[in-house]
Structure formats: C-alpha cells, structure tokens
C-alpha cells in the first residue's frame, strides 16, 4: 500500500517533467488540442516561476519534435528517449543538479496517460519523489485507458490534480510577487478536455 501524502509542493524543490508531445501523435490524441492549450500554460508558467523544465521526446527520429507550439527554449534539458519512462539515467543525473540538489516534486504532463506517464510515475514514486499528475495536461487516444490510468496514479499514492490547482498551489499567496502573472495565464479556465463527462 503507498504511503499517505497530502500532496503539498514547494516552490523551490519543484521540477516540471513535459512528457512527448510530437507533431506526430497530433492526429491520434484525442482531446490533443486542449492538453496542449493546458501545456502552453504550464511552459509559461515554468519561465514565470523559474521552474526547471525537463522535457523528452519519443523517438523523434520517427516521431517528430515537440509542436512547435510548445516553446521550450527554457527546459534545462531535451532528452530523446524510446524507453517509455522519462526516468532515464541522463535525466536522474540532471535532477541531482537542480533545485540545489534537493528535488522533491515532479509536476507530470503529456502523453500517453497510460504508457509514457504511467510509467514516468511508477518509477519516480519509486524512487520517493512526490508525483503530482495534472490531468488536464495528459492524454491517450482511448479515453478508457486515460481515466483508468488517472484512478491508477491515486491509488499509487500520486497525486492527481489540475493545471490551476498546481499552479494557485505553488505560489501559495494573493502576495506572491508572480501572483498577477500567474493569475493572467489561469484567467480563462483550462478545457476540461472530456474529464468531466467521464466522471
């Protein structure tokens, strides 16, 4: 059984982890246009906040870069991979260099829910980092396998939240110096990108 976390996150012992989103899973994603208006969010919030960005990609020999959508110019690292897992041993070695060597949370989006984030989780929370999945951020092509996976994360001991949720939570504080900024990309709410039909 995982053990109980009450999924609180700190500003300065967070990473964000930007899972795959290529030009070629463009057209089979479903909802793909709305978890991209939900990672634009949280790229920009990453550059706000001066939050370490670790992004990979998915064999993009095949598959293509990240959408050009998706500015990125600021991510510590981009990593091709074709393991499923983001937790490769480049990006556990660049993780021991950030956040003065003393990362504790990893913020989790992309895709697919139950392949390359389902396993990205199943190996962080192994290794004791505290995983928050935003959910608005990931999905798959089967709507059935994103939302078993999400029911999945929970019981695993994850925490399973929303863009703005993570967001409102980092800075903590109506008077949060970025408070206004970060309130500017939240100001129109996020697509519930078919959750909520499904629940």
Same mark, same amino acid.
């Given at each position: 059984?995982?053990?109980?976390?009450?999924?609180?996150?700190?500003?300065?012992?967070?990473?964000?982890?930007?899972?795959?989103?290529?030009?070629?899973?463009?057209?089979?994603?479903?909802?793909?246009?709305?978890?991209?208006?939900?990672?634009?969010?949280?790229?920009?919030?990453?550059?706000?906040?001066?939050?370490?960005?670790? @992004?990979? !990609?998915?064999?993009?020999?095949?598959?293509? #870069?990240?959408?050009?959508?998706?500015?990125?110019?600021?991510?510590?690292?981009?990593?091709?991979?074709?393991?499923?897992?983001? @937790?490769?041993?480049?990006? !556990?070695?660049?993780?021991?260099?950030?956040?003065?060597?003393?990362?504790?949370?990893? @913020?989790?989006?992309?895709?697919?829910?139950?392949?390359?984030?389902?396993?990205?989780?199943? =190996?962080?929370? =192994?290794?004791?980092?505290?995983?928050?999945?935003?959910?608005?951020?990931?999905?798959?092509? #089967?709507?059935?396998?994103?939302?078993?996976?999400?029911?999945?994360?929970?019981? +695993?001991?994850?925490?399973?939240?929303? +863009?703005?949720?993570?967001?409102?939570?980092?800075?903590? =504080?109506?008077?949060?110096?970025?408070?206004?900024?970060?309130?500017?990309?939240?100001?129109? +709410?996020?697509? =519930?990108?078919?959750?909520?039909?499904?629940?």
């Amino acid at each position: 059984m995982a053990s109980r976390t009450f999924g609180n996150i700190r500003l300065d012992q967070t990473v964000f982890f930007l899972c795959d989103m290529q030009e070629r899973f463009r057209p089979a994603i479903k909802y793909f246009p709305d978890i991209l208006e939900v990672a634009k969010r949280l790229v920009q919030a990453t550059k706000v906040l001066d939050i370490p960005l670790i @992004v990979t !990609e998915q064999y993009p020999k095949g598959l293509g #870069s990240t959408v050009p959508e998706l500015d990125i110019n600021n991510a510590v690292a981009v990593f091709p991979k074709t393991k499923f897992s983001m @937790v490769l041993p480049e990006v !556990e070695e660049k993780l021991k260099s950030l956040c003065s060597g003393n990362v504790r949370h990893v @913020v989790l989006f992309g895709i697919e829910t139950h392949v390359c984030i389902q396993q990205t989780v199943i =190996d962080l929370l =192994d290794r004791t980092y505290e995983v928050h999945v935003v959910a608005d951020g990931c999905s798959s092509r #089967s709507q059935m396998d994103r939302l078993f996976a999400l029911q999945r994360f929970q019981h +695993s001991g994850a925490t399973v939240t929303t +863009s703005e949720a993570v967001l409102l939570q980092l800075v903590g =504080d109506k008077e949060h110096p970025k408070f206004k900024e970060i309130q500017g990309l939240i100001k129109t +709410s996020a697509p =519930d990108s078919g959750l909520v039909a499904n629940l």
